[in-house]
């Protein structure tokens, strides 16, 4: 039921003048020289754009001068002065080795013909993401198409499917789902990108596979959802899927024939969500002065208090009840450096590499099988094995998760009565789990699709 977006939709970069000082132009600057209205097409930033909601319906404030007339047929026109006054002016780039450039010279090198007129034709759409997302997945979708600037990507659907049939598909939360796994995370500003080159090829439903009844419904539950309710901010502490959003989220993955819950998919995202913009504020606390002695010592004393409990029991084996454990597994543990996980509902592509770029272990396997490989290398294991019973290490994940629960709560209450003071838990934490031989990930609730030991 799913297939790359690029299958069903055209995804392209939204404008790109390569002048913006030149080609964008505001109410002031149209109004001084009087450049006529055949001449301005309304260009939107994502500045006008409201967040608060799916469709739009904004004021622009800039005007994209998109005139193709030759000069001579321009004479005694607003479009006339105001090419005239801007030909000599700074360009915004400059040329390799320093030298400035005027916006004719910069436009006249980029292309022949007029150099006054814009290099790209504007393409308007129902449909456009953000290139960068927070916290809130939701498109911005346009009754009447729209045309915005390269901040965000235009999504249009192929022949064969209305505007509002991808646009619905877009909007729930199973595509939310498929931008968290897939995006790349910037750590800088935690960030998830989705460039316009990758952006195609991730996973969405194939439309093109329901009936003509289910297409009518599949628009009508997210016309209610435009309708009645704002995008969700996953991050926010008010967060709370509505009625509209969870029939169409419960609707697709029944025609999907998914085994996942809509609270269970609504869970992983928020956790994972939340999980790289808190990594992101943590990275920004390490910038801080470190006390590297006294981060050590106490890391130190730390790991020794709770290494005893931790050494009691070895992930699986230990959890598994019996389960006939027949994936037996051998890794030169300290030679590893990323493991990924390409996930979507039922299984898990499952990656492991060294430090050399080396994929030493390459497999799909069910999630719960696949999550307790990956926690037990988070575990520190070098060579364990698993059951390829599903269930079997479903169970054993979550008895894993309860016990080692515990340690964590030791570790945290250790860490906060410290004398290194706030702004250091993140170091001290990451230093006690070195010490204890594991990785910081391994208690986590929901994995994320990238992690480096």
């Known amino acids: 039921m799913f297939t790359q977006l690029s299958n069903i939709a055209t995804v392209s970069l939204g404008y790109k003048s390569l002048q913006n000082n030149f080609f964008y132009v505001n109410k002031a600057t149209i109004d001084t020289y009087g450049i006529e209205k055949k001449y301005l097409v309304p260009m939107l930033m994502l500045r006008d754009l409201d967040p608060s909601s799916f469709e739009q319906k904004p004021k622009p404030s800039l005007w994209l001068f998109a005139c193709r007339d030759k000069r001579s047929d321009l004479r005694g026109t607003g479009a006339f002065r105001y090419i005239e006054a801007m030909a000599d002016r700074s360009a915004s780039e400059k040329k390799q080795g320093g030298k400035t450039q005027t916006i004719r010279e910069a436009l006249e090198a980029q292309s022949g013909g007029l150099w006054y007129a814009p290099k790209a034709r504007p393409n308007h759409h129902h449909i456009w993401l953000r290139k960068a997302v927070g916290a809130v997945y939701a498109p911005f979708l346009f009754q009447k198409e729209a045309l915005v600037d390269q901040r965000l ?96 989220d419960a609707w697709l993955l029944g025609v999907a024939g998914a085994d996942v819950t809509v609270d269970g998919m609504y869970d992983d995202i928020r956790a994972t969500c939340q999980s790289r913009i808190l990594v992101a504020e943590d990275k920004k606390k390490k910038t801080k002065k470190r006390h590297s002695d006294s981060v050590g010592s106490v890391a130190a004393s730390i790991a020794e208090a709770v290494g005893p409990i931790l050494q009691t029991k070895n992930f699986p084996e230990d959890f598994t009840d019996g389960a006939k454990l027949d994936l037996p597994l051998i890794f030169d543990r300290a030679s590893l450096k990323e493991i990924t996980i390409g996930h979507l509902l039922g299984s898990y592509d499952l990656q492991v590499r060294t430090r050399n770029g080396t994929v030493v272990y390459e497999a799909t396997h069910p999630a719960a099988v696949a999550e307790a490989i990956v926690r037990a290398l988070l575990w520190g294991r070098s060579t364990f094995s698993v059951s390829s019973d599903a269930k079997k290490m479903d169970a054993a994940v979550n008895e894993f998760l309860k016990w080692v629960s515990h340690a964590e709560g030791e570790i945290s209450t250790a860490i906060s009565e410290s004398a290194l003071g706030t702004g250091y838990e993140i170091l001290l934490k990451a230093e006690v789990y070195k010490r204890l031989g594991i990785h910081p990930l391994s208690a986590t609730k929901v994995l994320p699709p990238s992690i480096s030991l």
């Open 153 to 248: 990507n235009s999504i249009s659907p192929k022949e064969g499917m209305e505007w509002k049939e991808l646009a619905a598909v877009l909007t729930s939360s199973l595509f939310a789902y498929s931008l968290e796994i897939n995006g790349g995370a910037s750590m800088g500003a935690g960030a998830l990108e989705a460039p316009t080159t990758k952006l195609r090829d991730y996973p969405i439903l194939d439309v093109r596979l329901l009936a003509k009844a289910q297409r009518k419904k599949l628009v009508a539950l997210a016309d209610a959802v435009w309708s009645k309710e704002s995008p969700l901010d996953w991050s926010s502490k008010q967060w709370k899927p509505g009625a509209s959003i969870r029939a169409l």
